[in-house]
């Protein structure tokens, strides 16, 4: 089991920029697939960006293609969300979740992990 702690949430203007990390601990992290997702006031969590345990396979939900970035560092136990170009409509409780995934395969499936952190808010508004 991993325990995951999200952060680097905040307030930030459309069209602004933030990095969330995921800081992990616990055995073999190297093993797991990441996944970021995030849920809105009165909306369900959604898989955003997901990521396999050797960064081979990255998976981005389309409205976050070519804004959003998952990278991991196996050494550092940490993974991370680059977010560029953020809209009102990304403003979210943003989630790290992890899964074990042997063969490195991605997983972008909110009931398929089973460590998640309690989150990070992210703002966006001016």
């Known amino acids: 089991q991993l325990q995951l702690v999200e952060s680097g949430g905040g307030l930030v203007q459309p069209g602004g920029s933030l990095r969330l990390s995921c800081a992990a601990s616990?055995?073999?992290?190297?093993?797991?697939?990441i996944g970021w997702f995030r849920q809105a006031p009165g909306r369900e969590r959604e898989g955003v960006s997901c990521?396999?345990?050797?960064?081979?396979?990255?998976v981005h939900i389309d409205d976050v293609k070519g804004r959003f970035t998952i990278s991991r560092d196996n050494i550092k136990k940490a993974a991370y969300l680059q977010m560029n170009s953020l809209k009102p409509e990304d403003s979210a409780v943003y989630y790290c979740?992890?899964?074990?995934?042997?063969?490195?395969?991605?997983?972008?499936?909110?009931?398929?992990?089973?460590?998640w952190g309690k989150g990070t808010l992210v703002v966006v508004s001016s």
């Open positions: 616990g055995l073999n992290f190297h093993s797991y697939a």
């Open positions: 979740a992890a899964v074990q995934r042997l063969d490195g395969s991605t997983a972008c499936d909110m009931t398929a992990m089973d460590n």
């Open positions: 990521i396999s345990r050797g960064s081979v396979n990255v």
